[in-house]
């Protein structure tokens, strides 16, 4: 069971370049989210999906966008890189809020080291 | 959004001794108060989580109390290891809600 899975693991881009990072999960898990992590921040919630199809927006969605075509899958687009999105992405799922069962945990992929130069 | 205030942000500890990490927060329709674990170049990965209708889970060396009338929740961990080495993070959701907030992180250092 590979879990949370997301490529690359490292990327450098050069200011204005695009580029999608890819997260795929196995366990049929509806809600997926991106997060970023900078130092002294802890993470922060970019976009969510509660299911193939539907999309929202976090905390700090400006310059991110996001699809939801199929329940394995949720990647995550730059489409004009800035040095400012220099950071950590983590790709995170779970099963959905459900009356008594309640809040599910998540599960993280390890993570795209991205800089942008 | 709810924040999480989370303290200390870095903390030394002998090997064999407890730790303690704590989390405070605002709003009180918070719900699932997840801890996670984050080794150097992993993600985080949880590694105990209480709900809001209980007030203590323990799972071997590692404990959370949760305290609702002053929104704040602890992380315990008994007889420190060196493994036990890594940055946790509180975390929380409000009730029917999956969007987590994370706290600021705590660098856990055990001193052998």
């Known amino acids: 069971n590979a879990g949370v899975t997301q490529t690359p693991k490292f990327q450098v881009l050069k200011t204005g370049q695009s580029m999608t990072l890819q997260c795929a999960q196995d366990?049929?898990?509806?809600?997926m989210s991106w997060y970023r992590q900078d130092p002294g921040m802890g993470l922060r919630l970019i976009h969510y999906?509660?299911?193939?199809?539907?999309?929202d927006q976090g905390e700090v969605p400006n310059g991110y966008n996001v699809s939801r075509s199929t329940t394995e899958d949720f990647p995550l687009r730059l489409l004009s890189a800035a040095p400012s999105q220099t950071s950590v992405y983590f790709c995170a799922s779970s099963y959905r809020w459900g009356g008594d069962g309640g809040n599910q945990p998540q599960h993280f992929g390890d993570g795209t080291r991205l800089s942008i130069l | 959004g709810e924040n999480v205030e989370q303290h200390p942000s870095t903390l030394s500890v002998q090997e064999g001794d407890s730790a303690v990490i704590k989390c405070t927060y605002s709003d009180s329709a918070s719900n699932y108060f997840p801890w996670y674990k984050q080794e150097l170049g992993k993600g985080p990965q949880l590694i105990i989580d209480?709900?809001?209708?209980?007030g203590e889970k323990k799972d071997q060396r590692i404990a959370v109390t949760l305290n609702k009338t002053a929104k704040h929740f602890s992380l315990h961990i008994t007889e420190t290891q060196p493994e036990d080495s890594a940055v946790y993070f509180c975390?929380?959701?409000?009730?029917?809600?999956?969007?987590?907030?994370f706290g600021t992180g705590t660098r856990l250092t055990i001193i052998p």
């Open positions: 209480i709900r809001s209708n209980v």
């Open positions: 975390a929380l959701n409000l009730f029917g809600n999956e969007k987590l907030t």
């Open positions: 999906s509660v299911g193939a199809g539907i999309t």
């Open positions: 366990m049929n898990h509806e809600y």
